[in-house]
């Protein structure tokens, strides 16, 4: 083979691979600083939220029964969430749901501005000393809650009004067992026999 001849193969053959490593760097340049589908996804939440003007309900969960998986009909149920109060001063008057007979409000309801109240269940860690609390109680339950299911809980505040909220059972804060380690009862968890 002859040098000129050489040349044109060399040159044939590095055509497609410039061709190819253009394509790339223009395929990945397309994809440079543009929004992607997952740029404004957010981690799940929990529980549910909810805003009436300037009030915002967050992240509210019934928390997780202290007995079983589910509460029966009858039973009672406290709320967990937070309350941000970005506007005027306002106050909590009134919680409800039609999932229950009646709902108990204690301790603080006070909402001045710029401030959060926290609700937690019998389960949680005490308050620190910058949170307040109030004590949110679902009574009577009409049926079965189970996981899965949500509640509609209404929120009625002095100023802002209201904002009904669909609530679910909250994460098992209890820790599970270990794999192959004694359960409660004295079975293995796992299923190592």
């Known amino acids: 083979m002859s040098r000129p001849q050489h040349l044109k193969a060399v040159r044939l053959r ?17 994809s440079a600083g543009q929004v992607t589908e997952t740029d ?12 009436a003007k300037q009030v915002a309900v967050r992240n509210a969960t019934l928390a997780f029964p202290t007995e079983g998986a589910f ?36 301790g603080t309801t006070d909402l001045p501005s710029h401030t ?8 949680a860690q005490p308050a620190s000393a910058d949170q307040r609390k109030v004590q949110i109680t679902l009574n009577g339950f009409k049926q079965d809650i189970t996981p899965g299911v949500t509640v509609p809980v209404t929120f009625v505040f002095a100023q802002a009004g209201q904002v009904t909220v669909q609530v679910p059972i909250g994460s098992d804060h ?16 796992g299923g190592g026999h």
């Open 71 to 106: 509460y029966r009909a009858g039973s009672s149920a406290p709320l967990e969430l937070v309350l941000s109060n970005e506007g005027p001063n306002d106050k909590l008057v009134q919680v409800s749901s039609p999932y229950a007979a009646s709902a108990q409000v204690s």
């Open 40 to 51: 404004t996804q957010v981690a799940a939440v929990n529980g549910g939220s909810g805003d």
């Open 174 to 189: 209890n820790p599970r067992p270990e794999h192959g380690s004694p359960a409660p009862g004295g079975h293995q968890a």
């Open 116 to 123: 959060a109240l926290h609700a937690t269940g019998p389960s």
């Open 14 to 30: 590095l055509i497609p691979a410039a061709l190819g490593l253009g394509a790339v760097v223009a395929l990945a340049g397309c």
